[in-house]
């Protein structure tokens, strides 16, 4: 079975700090990965997903990820946040076995202060 | 357009009552899902449907009855709920291949519901 793996649980940043934000999987097959943001009363739209090519994907509002398949991890980056930022952020993966469900990570609360 | 709707937002029911969620999305997506997420906690998935067929149940308690009426609607009807079944009810939607796990699911805003 899958799994996903976020250590960071809670991130407080300034504002034009730059974010990334840790995303490990288990999962020995070829996986589609996603991120997917969730603004405070929002719903879950999604921020990028990789599913093979270039490892460095880049998504809306100047988010990138970029998947380290030796490291099975997924990351997420963005070189300078802004208040609008602050969300929680969560990890998924879907093992590419025909199985068509998503399994989320624990997800990461970021903060970023003005 | 990538929208799916649910209704209600908000849902308050006793333990005894009987209600339905409802799902809709018009993007000709052929696989709808039920995911549940408590508070400061993940989505975790409860049931798929792939064709209007139920493909994956992640061992839901009968309680929830999952409802796929055709291919734009997905239903969850809920009877003799729990307190700790209080949650966020979200629906999602995909692309379907066949043979194919390649696709991406746009999620609705979710159902509020408090069991009473």
């Known amino acids: 079975a899958q799994s996903v793996s976020q250590h960071n649980h809670h991130v407080i940043l300034s504002e034009a700090a730059s974010l990334e934000l840790g995303c490990n999987y288990s999962?020995?097959?070829?996986?589609?990965l996603f991120w997917y943001v969730q603004y405070p009363g929002q719903h879950l739209q999604l921020l990028l997903k990789?599913?093979?090519?270039?490892?460095l994907v880049k998504g809306i509002k100047g988010f990138e990820a970029e998947f380290i398949k030796s490291k099975f991890s997924f990351n997420l980056r963005k070189p300078s946040v802004q208040w609008s930022d602050t969300a929680e952020y969560f990890c998924?993966?879907?093992?590419?076995?025909?199985?068509?469900?998503?399994?989320f990570g624990s997800g990461t609360r970021l903060q970023v202060q003005p | 357009d990538t929208e799916v709707t649910q209704t209600p937002k908000h849902l308050v029911m006793g333990m005894t009552n009987k209600k339905s969620l409802k799902c809709e999305q018009h993007?000709?997506?052929?696989?709808m899902y039920w995911y549940k997420q408590k508070a400061k906690k993940p989505p975790e998935l409860m049931f798929v449907?792939?064709?209007?067929?139920?493909?994956i149940n992640e061992s839901v308690p009968s309680r929830f009855s999952p409802e796929c009426p055709n291919s734009s609607l997905l239903n969850l009807h809920l009877h003799a709920l729990q307190p700790e079944d209080s949650a966020l009810y979200l629906c999602?939607?995909?692309?379907?291949?066949?043979?194919?796990?390649?696709?991406?699911?746009?999620f609705g805003p979710g159902t509020r519901l408090t069991v009473l």
């Open positions: 999602a939607s995909s692309h379907e291949g066949r043979g194919s796990s390649t696709d991406t699911q746009y």
């Open positions: 999962y020995g097959g070829t996986v589609n």
């Open positions: 990789y599913f093979s090519g270039d490892p």
């Open positions: 998924a993966v879907n093992a590419n076995t025909g199985r068509r469900a998503l399994t």
């Open positions: 993007m000709g997506h052929r696989a």
């Open positions: 449907y792939s064709y209007e067929k139920l493909s």
